[in-house]
């Protein structure tokens, strides 16, 4: 097996593809135009930097416009490369599709480490490339519209935002030009969490049909399964405190840069979020045991696998040992084509990327929608609605007067009825409805066809059809 070659992170994504459309009834003429990445813009810029001018390489694909805007995040990684932001880019597409955000699929990336720069020096790279996208309308609110991924976040978000309305001065809409910006900043509310709240409701989901849960040799709840994760970043801390504090998993391993952390009693999130943060990696923590290499920790032992740093990571050489019975792909391609198979034969389940971690653009279309609206969710209805709720909670009560006062509504139950939804829980509320809709979208397929064994190709095939279907309506 190891003798094998490993697909490029592209050729995967196409070797999935390509196994999704084989069954499937598609002209090779629309099967082709979906797969191809309609184009890819490389810009090289100089910044003048420490004395010098210093010269970057940065990326936008844009995979399919058969919606617009596209979406996609810009990452800031060293090992950015073409082929990679063309293989995200693609996910893109299909992940919107799939969870029916209506968008075309994009992504973006700067060959920088970020950790090299200050923030003062980051700000000025940042505001240079997205100069350079905005030029030629690849950042823009009705046409392309980036969002965070590894290594950037809400700053960098605001510093494209603040670029795009100084360079479009008159629209309106500037603010939709970029999401996963700060709240204060025309964000919106549970934007950060959302691809980790996202894993977090995937899973729930998951849960609630034991038929599935049996496939993957577990059963019951949630509640006590053994959990290890790699990359505490974004996706990856907010999916395992989520998961630890709200539905009773126990983090039984952690994987960074510099190594893993072993608890089998459980680690503290929240704890190690914030050693990582004052010591640069997990060496070193307490309440742990310290495994310098990091990697051979996905073998270890444990009910749910979540990779939420980057991809490949599980691959032709360690496929065969990954022990973990169900994985959950928060992070974009971090199992390759080969790996794929060998564990698929082993009767692993995997919750595949495009679904598991589209939390993040489900959010972020809500803020779209929101910068367009130029209103907050909820402004509007939430006092009425709590108003129509006091109204019956009031009548109960006097009716319960007329009965000699026989029972009492619980003062918990009148707060909580009380309270009308705002921002935050209408943006969990629209989350949680998407996620179970897409899983239930893609399990349909996976246990209704004899044909699909997997989930990753019902999701494929569920997202395919629904790019065909809106070509098809553009006659082509
Ligand atoms: P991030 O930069 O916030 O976090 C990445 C984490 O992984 C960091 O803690 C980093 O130290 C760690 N890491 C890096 N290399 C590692 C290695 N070799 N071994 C173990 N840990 C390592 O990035 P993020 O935004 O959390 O993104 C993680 C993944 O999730 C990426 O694949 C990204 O494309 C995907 N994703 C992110 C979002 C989002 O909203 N941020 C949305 C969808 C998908």
Same mark, same amino acid.
């Given at each position: 097996?190891?003798?094998?070659?490993?697909?490029?992170?592209?050729?995967?994504?196409?070797?999935?593809?390509?196994?999704?459309?084989?069954?499937?009834?598609?002209?090779?003429?629309?099967?082709?135009?979906?797969?191809?990445?309609?184009?890819?813009?490389?810009?090289?810029?100089?910044?003048?930097?420490?004395?010098?001018?210093?010269?970057?390489?940065?990326?936008?694909?844009?995979?399919?416009?058969?919606?617009?805007?596209?979406?996609?995040?810009?990452?800031?990684?060293?090992?950015?490369?073409?082929?990679?932001?063309?293989?995200?880019?693609?996910?893109?597409?299909?992940?919107?599709?799939?969870?029916?955000?209506?968008?075309?699929?994009?992504?973006?990336?700067?060959?920088?480490?970020?950790?090299?720069?200050?923030?003062?020096?980051?700000?000025?790279?940042?505001?240079?490339?997205?100069?350079?996208?905005?030029?030629?309308?690849?950042?823009?609110?009705?046409?392309?519209?980036?969002?965070?991924?590894?290594?950037?976040?809400?700053?960098?978000?605001?510093?494209?935002?603040?670029?795009?309305?100084?360079?479009?001065?008159?629209?309106?809409?500037?603010?939709?030009?970029?999401?996963?910006?700060?709240?204060?900043?025309?964000?919106?509310?549970?934007?950060?969490?959302?691809?980790?709240?996202?894993?977090?409701?995937?899973?729930?989901?998951?849960?609630?049909?034991?038929?599935?849960?049996?496939?993957?040799?577990?059963?019951?709840?949630?509640?006590?399964?053994?959990?290890?994760?790699?990359?505490?970043?974004?996706?990856?801390?907010?999916?395992?405190?989520?998961?630890? %504090?709200?539905?009773?998993? &126990?983090? *039984?391993? =952690? $994987?960074?840069?510099?190594? /893993?952390?072993? !608890?089998?009693?459980?680690?503290?999130?929240?704890?190690?979020?914030?050693?990582?943060?004052?010591?640069?990696?997990?060496?070193?923590?307490?309440?742990?045991?310290?495994?310098?290499?990091?990697?051979?920790?996905?073998?270890?032992?444990?009910?749910?696998?979540?990779?939420?740093?980057?991809?490949?990571?599980?691959?032709?050489?360690?496929?065969?040992?990954?022990?973990?019975?169900?994985?959950?792909?928060?992070?974009?391609?971090?199992?390759?084509?080969?790996?794929? %198979?060998?564990?698929?034969? &082993?009767? *692993?389940? =995997? $919750?595949?990327?495009?679904? /598991?971690?589209? !939390?993040?653009?489900?959010?972020?279309?809500?803020?779209?929608?929101?910068?367009?609206?130029?209103?907050?969710?909820?402004?509007?209805?939430?006092?009425?609605?709590?108003?129509?709720?006091?109204?019956?909670?009031?009548?109960?009560?006097?009716?319960?007067?007329?009965?000699?006062?026989?029972?009492?509504?619980?003062?918990?139950?009148?707060?909580?009825?009380?309270?009308?939804?705002?921002?935050?829980?209408?943006?969990?509320?629209?989350?949680?409805?998407?996620?179970?809709?897409?899983?239930?979208?893609?399990?349909?397929?996976?246990?209704?066809?004899?044909?699909?064994?997997?989930?990753?190709?019902?999701?494929?095939?569920?997202?395919?059809?629904?790019?065909?279907?809106?070509?098809?309506?553009?006659?082509?």
């Amino acid at each position: 097996m190891a003798q094998r070659k490993e697909p490029t992170f592209r050729e995967s994504v196409d070797l999935m593809f390509n196994r999704a459309v084989s069954l499937m009834d598609l002209s090779p003429g629309l099967e082709e135009k979906i797969r191809v990445c309609n184009a890819t813009y490389t810009v090289r810029f100089g910044v003048r930097l420490r004395g010098r001018i210093q010269t970057f390489t940065g990326y936008r694909s844009v995979h399919s416009e058969h919606m617009e805007p596209v979406k996609g995040g810009i990452r800031y990684a060293m090992a950015v490369h073409q082929d990679e932001v063309e293989a995200l880019a693609a996910l893109m597409t299909y992940k919107c599709a799939l969870v029916e955000v209506p968008f075309g699929g994009s992504k973006g990336g700067l060959r920088i480490d970020p950790r090299e720069w200050d923030e003062h020096e980051l700000e000025q790279i940042t505001r240079r490339f997205a100069y350079e996208l905005i030029k030629r309308d690849l950042i823009h609110p009705a046409q392309n519209v980036p969002a965070p991924d590894m290594g950037t976040g809400e700053r960098e978000m605001a510093w494209i935002a603040d670029q795009y309305k100084r360079m479009a001065t008159t629209d309106i809409n500037y603010r939709a030009c970029v999401t996963g910006k700060p709240v204060n900043g025309g964000g919106i509310q549970g934007r950060t969490e959302a691809t980790g709240r996202g894993v977090q409701y995937a899973l729930r989901e998951f849960f609630r049909h034991p038929e599935d849960v049996a496939k993957a040799g577990l059963s019951g709840t949630l509640d006590g399964k053994r959990v290890v994760v790699q990359g505490l970043g974004n996706v990856g801390y907010h999916a395992a405190k989520f998961l630890q %504090e709200e539905d009773g998993c &126990k983090i *039984t391993a =952690i $994987i960074e840069r510099d190594g /893993a952390l072993i !608890g089998e009693s459980g680690l503290d999130v929240e704890a190690v979020r914030g050693w990582i943060a004052r010591h640069g990696g997990v060496d070193g923590y307490p309440d742990g045991k310290f495994i310098r290499d990091g990697s051979k920790v996905l073998e270890h032992q444990c009910d749910i696998l979540v990779p939420a740093a980057l991809e490949g990571v599980i691959n032709l050489e360690n496929a065969a040992r990954i022990t973990a019975p169900l994985i959950i792909e928060a992070a974009n391609g971090p199992i390759t084509a080969g790996a794929d %198979e060998i564990l698929r034969q &082993k009767g *692993t389940v =995997i $919750i595949p990327d495009m679904y /598991a971690n589209a !939390g993040g653009v489900t959010v972020s279309y809500f803020e779209w929608v929101k910068n367009l609206s130029h209103i907050r969710f909820g402004r509007i209805g939430r006092r009425q609605e709590e108003a129509r709720h006091e109204l019956i909670v009031k009548e109960l009560e006097r009716l319960n007067r007329g009965l000699g006062d026989a029972w009492e509504i619980s003062p918990d139950f009148k707060q909580k009825y009380l309270r009308g939804a705002g921002e935050l829980e209408l943006v969990r509320s629209g989350l949680d409805d998407t996620m179970r809709t897409a899983y239930q979208s893609m399990r349909e397929i996976w246990q209704g066809r004899e044909d699909v064994a997997d989930l990753r190709t019902a999701a494929y095939l569920v997202s395919i059809a629904r790019v065909a279907d809106s070509y098809r309506a553009m006659g082509l």
